[in-house]
């Protein structure tokens, strides 16, 4: 071969191991494995070119797929078990390389196999997965014997290689898949029981309600006294509110925000934390001056005073919360920090799940409405705690129209 000749082989190799790398893997190894054999087969211009596979105990060879010009079917397994110097060749030299295979050793324990077939010179490369022989990929040439050069030696170990990744990615992207629909079915599994636990929690709080309602009314019917109307009242009241919440969560509404103080937002909070702040217990404000933010103000008060009541109701035997407001990050940085009895560590990343709530009487629906009302907003809510040292829920807003 003239030099020019071998220039233009070495070019035409290097296209194909490019031509195979750029391969997609769509998720059929098969599909991949005849084009990758179709490729080496024009590039080394041989007839047959086999992928083939170990049984996991090493006791047979199997074709995965062949390409042949003439269009002949896919060989039987090869038990090992004839051809113990082949398997060894393999596995010692990464790869062999015959120009005579009939009298060649090790191939010549191939006699049968070539002879059926027609094969007079092979190229075969290990393919290796996590440092073990998993396969190999034979080049075969029909008809008169021909010799092989040391870049199509590199050309054969090159796609073995490239096999091989393709089969890393391929188990990869199917542990992936797998762990994928476990997550999910686990996530359905944890949604219905939290469904169930909400559902037990909300019909429990509904019937609480209900039952004052009745009760009063029963009285009313009977010439009582007007004095059960303010219960019914209350009653309704906290039923329509516990509604609202859940509809709260199961719609969003997109936010009526606005460019605007924070002083004055803060100030009508504190108005609204006073009225539902019970003797034993203290809100204390701390807030930045000359701050703005973007805002539905109705919402933004909603994920506050949810905030300060949770802190309110993990002290029980009253206490101080603390609401701080300062700018940071390009954003408003609100801190509400009670020194209640503290979160466990394994329930901090399921508190703001849907339904899950650990109080009793509790039914886990704020905390999940606070998320969505921030996260709405372009924000970001976090939480650190730990039994017996309080908690601090944190929430990042924007001061001007995201993004």
């Known amino acids: 071969m003239s030099s020019d000749s071998a220039v233009t082989q070495r070019a035409f190799l290097t296209g194909a191991r490019l031509k195979i790398s750029r391969l997609q893997l769509d998720g059929d190894l098969d599909?991949?494995?005849?084009?990758?054999?179709?490729?080496?087969?024009?590039?080394?211009n041989v007839e047959r070119v086999g992928v083939w596979f170990f049984d996991p105990g090493f006791t047979s060879l199997s074709c995965k797929l062949?390409?042949?010009?003439?269009?002949?079917?896919?060989?039987?397994?090869?038990?090992?078990?004839?051809?113990?110097?082949?398997?060894t060749a393999i596995r010692e030299h990464r790869f062999v390389a015959v120009d005579d295979a009939r009298t060649a050793s090790p191939t010549k324990e191939l006699l049968d196999y070539l002879e059926t077939w027609n094969v007079t010179s092979m190229l075969d490369a290990a393919v290796y997965r996590n440092g073990a022989m998993v396969g190999i990929v034979c080049h075969e040439h029909v008809g008169p014997k021909r010799s092989w050069k040391r870049e199509e030696c590199q050309f054969a170990a090159t796609v073995a290689d490239l096999l091989s990744h393709f089969i890393e990615v391929n188990d990869r992207l199917a542990a992936e898949a797998l762990t994928h629909a476990l997550e999910l079915k686990l996530k359905d599994a944890h949604r219905l029981d939290a469904l169930g636990r909400m559902a037990a929690g909300v019909a429990h709080d509904l019937n609480n309600l209900?039952?004052?309602?009745?009760?009063?009314?029963?009285?009313?019917?009977?010439?009582?006294?007007?004095?059960v109307i303010a219960p019914m009242e209350e009653s309704a009241r906290?039923?329509?509110?516990?509604?609202?919440?859940?509809?709260s969560l199961g719609r969003k509404k997109t936010p009526a925000a606005m460019q605007q103080p924070l002083e004055p937002v803060m100030a009508e909070l504190e108005k609204l934390v006073a009225a539902q702040t019970k003797p034993g217990w203290r809100v204390v404000f701390d807030v930045e001056t000359g701050l703005q933010i973007w805002a539905d103000t109705g919402q933004l008060h909603?994920?506050?005073?949810?905030?300060?009541?949770?802190?309110?109701?993990?002290?029980?035997?009253?206490?101080v919360v603390v609401v701080r407001a300062n700018r940071k990050n390009g954003g408003i940085h609100f801190a509400v920090i009670d020194g209640g009895v503290g979160i466990p560590e394994e329930n901090l990343e399921k508190l703001f799940d849907p339904f899950y709530t650990t109080r009793a009487d509790g039914h886990g629906i704020g905390l999940a409405v606070v998320q969505q009302l921030v996260s709405q907003h372009g924000g970001e809510l976090s939480v650190s705690s730990a039994p017996g040292d309080g908690s601090t829920f944190e929430v990042w807003w924007p001061e001007s129209v995201p993004g």
Request: no cysteine; net charge negative.
């Open 31 to 44: 599909d991949l494995y005849r084009q990758v054999a179709e490729i080496s087969s024009q590039a080394l």
């Open 210 to 227: 209900l039952g004052v309602i009745t009760s009063g009314l029963l009285v009313l019917q009977r010439g009582g006294g007007l004095d």
């Open 238 to 247: 906290h039923a329509a509110a516990l509604v609202a919440q859940l509809m």
């Open 66 to 87: 062949l390409h042949d010009v003439k269009g002949d079917g896919a060989p039987p397994p090869l038990l090992m078990s004839k051809h113990p110097g082949y398997l």
């Open 302 to 319: 909603q994920v506050l005073l949810n905030l300060v009541l949770n802190g309110m109701q993990a002290m029980p035997s009253g206490g």
